[in-house]
């Protein structure tokens, strides 16, 4: 006999597949994600939630790496000429496009948040016919933006936990958060939500990633090694001359972000735990006769721990402005993106691992990734839900790819959609008995 479970999840396959392909073909990056976020809010109206949207769950103060205004504004007409709803769009004006949507079970329990991630990234999709999303056309219509880290993905089995929350209401408890975040490339847009208040009132957070060098079938309960992270992007500014006729007078803005560049890289390495640095771009001058005027360097760091990132970002800031006073220049530095470190709890890491061990799709659960881990701005939920007494923890469902994360030929193997949502409708079934067994709230 087929449960009632496995029904709901086959009538949800094809509609995530679906609005998997559509948010592919429309990609948004960071901050821009005007279609994308009104898809979310109309989906989460008609199935019953309350919604919140725009400035009501991100703090304008706390944002990162926002565009400026001329591309939010073109972006935000693109959506508009592409189907998104006005009534939706309204709120997102100026980037602000976070949506979170609450919906309360019939049985009392805890308060639990489910994040998902929507952004795209900056990257040209490509147009090789082996390609599936060229095959099947579904590719980014979006020059320079595109789906290359399993985001949409996101969204999708985000979207159909989702209705299954709203058509299981008699039977389940406590009330959910379903939070779907902008800007996670970058590590942008988490830190505004959680200043906005988005999970003061959480007790249990989850939150989950496609790949990420797991195979298809394999799920991890829970990362306990993200890096903490700072991304910057510094402008030094000197006084453009002729090169040949007045060097003297001018001040050579692309020789101090050399010289910045190779002390940056040469910073000695924390004897605590893993430390990285990277100039990741580095852009100057005018043309071959003129002493250039501006360099502009796109710059992060990572730390093992937020103690060891803090000591990168020091030493990155004394190099900086050394390099400066060296050429007689100005500089400006902006933070652009943050991410701290976080454990995932144990408790809900053993949970999760007995619960999906009985699950027929998932073949493995492991309680932890046996690789290194990247940076992941989920941690400023994650911490702030444990520090307010709550538990939370990051899972990974591992799919087959095409190519890495952030590549151009990146893909995933849909069979993952159905893994992520069968593995959320089996932890939301248990949260009352792991409540109870566990004595939370």
Same mark, same amino acid.
Not at 426 to 439: L, P
């Given at each position: 006999? *087929? ?5 709901c ?7 995530m ?7 592919h073909k429309?990609a ?12 979310v809010?109309?989906?989460?109206e008609?199935?019953?939630y ?5 400035k009501e *769950? ?19 007409q693109?959506a508009i ?9 309204n ?5 602000y ?5 609450t919906?309360r079970?019939n =049985? ?6 489910i994040?998902?991630?929507?952004d795209a990234?900056h ?5 090789? #016919? ?8 579904f590719a980014s219509i %979006?020059?320079g933006?595109? %789906?290359a880290?399993?985001h949409?993905?996101h969204?999708? #089995? ?8 709203a058509?299981?209401?008699?039977? &389940?408890?406590?009330?959910?958060? &379903? ?6 490339e970058g *590590?942008r847009?988490?830190?505004?939500m ?8 959480v ?8 790949g990420?060098?797991?195979?298809l079938?394999?799920?991890v ?9 700072t ?9 453009a001359?002729h090169?040949?006729?007045?060097p003297?007078?001018?001040?050579n803005?692309?020789?101090a972000?050399?010289? @910045?560049?190779l ?9 605590k ?6 100039v ?13 005027a ?5 710059v992060?760091?990572?730390g093992?721990?937020?103690?060891i990132n803090t000591?990168?970002v ?7 402005k050394?390099? @400066? ?6 500089y =400006? ?5 943050e ?8 408790q809900?890491k053993n949970?999760?691992? =007995?619960v999906?061990s009985?699950v ?9 990734a ?5 940076s992941?701005?989920?941690t400023?939920?994650m911490? =702030?839900?444990?520090e307010?007494?709550?538990l939370?923890?990051?899972m990974?469902?591992g799919?087959?790819l095409?190519?890495?994360h952030?590549?151009e030929?990146?893909?995933?193997n849909?069979k993952v959609?159905?893994i992520?949502? @069968?593995?959320?409708i ?7 008995k792991f409540?109870?067994e566990?004595?939370?709230r």
């Amino acid at each position: 006999m *087929v449960s009632q479970q496995a029904r709901c999840i086959d009538e949800l396959i094809p509609l995530m597949t679906r609005w998997r392909r559509d948010l592919h073909k429309y990609a948004e990056p960071g901050w821009l994600e005007f279609r994308t976020a009104s898809i979310v809010a109309d989906e989460l109206e008609a199935l019953g939630y309350e919604l919140q949207l725009g400035k009501e *769950v991100i703090d304008e103060q706390s944002r990162m790496g926002v565009p400026p205004h001329e591309i939010l504004a073109r972006h935000e007409q693109r959506a508009i000429d592409e189907g998104a709803n006005r009534k939706w769009v309204n709120y997102f004006t100026g980037g602000y496009t976070g949506v979170v949507g609450t919906i309360r079970m019939n =049985k009392p329990g805890p308060t639990v948040g489910i994040r998902f991630d929507m952004d795209a990234l900056h990257i040209n999709e490509s147009v090789d #016919i082996s390609h599936v999303p060229v095959e099947q056309n579904f590719a980014s219509i %979006h020059e320079g933006e595109m %789906h290359a880290c399993g985001h949409d993905a996101h969204t999708s #089995i985000g979207l159909a936990v989702a209705n299954y929350l709203a058509k299981h209401r008699e039977e &389940l408890t406590g009330t959910y958060k &379903l939070i779907f975040q902008p800007a996670e490339e970058g *590590v942008r847009g988490a830190k505004s939500m959680v200043a906005a208040g988005v999970v003061d009132d959480v007790d249990l957070f989850l939150t989950s990633h496609v790949g990420i060098n797991v195979d298809l079938g394999t799920v991890v309960s829970g990362i306990d090694n993200f890096l903490a992270t700072t991304k910057f992007n510094v402008v030094f500014k000197g006084k453009a001359s002729h090169a040949g006729g007045f060097p003297e007078e001018g001040k050579n803005a692309l020789l101090a972000a050399s010289s @910045a560049v190779l002390n940056l890289h040469s910073i000695p390495r924390s004897g605590k735990g893993q430390s990285q640095i990277n100039v990741g771009k580095l852009r100057s001058g005018y043309d071959r006769n003129i002493i250039p005027a501006f360099a502009e360097m796109q710059v992060e760091t990572r730390g093992e721990t937020t103690e060891i990132n803090t000591y990168m970002v020091a030493k990155a800031m004394n190099i900086i402005k050394g390099a @400066a006073q060296m050429y007689d220049i100005d500089y =400006k530095v902006e933070i652009v993106g943050e991410a701290n470190t976080s454990q995932s709890s144990k408790q809900l890491k053993n949970y999760i691992q =007995k619960v999906l061990s009985d699950v027929p799709i998932v073949d493995k659960v492991l309680d932890s990734a046996p690789f290194p881990i990247g940076s992941e701005d989920a941690t400023y939920m994650m911490n =702030k839900v444990i520090e307010n007494g709550g538990l939370s923890t990051y899972m990974i469902f591992g799919t087959d790819l095409a190519a890495g994360h952030h590549h151009e030929k990146f893909d995933i193997n849909e069979k993952v959609l159905e893994i992520g949502l @069968a593995a959320y409708i089996e932890i939301i079934g248990g949260i009352a008995k792991f409540t109870i067994e566990n004595e939370f709230r």
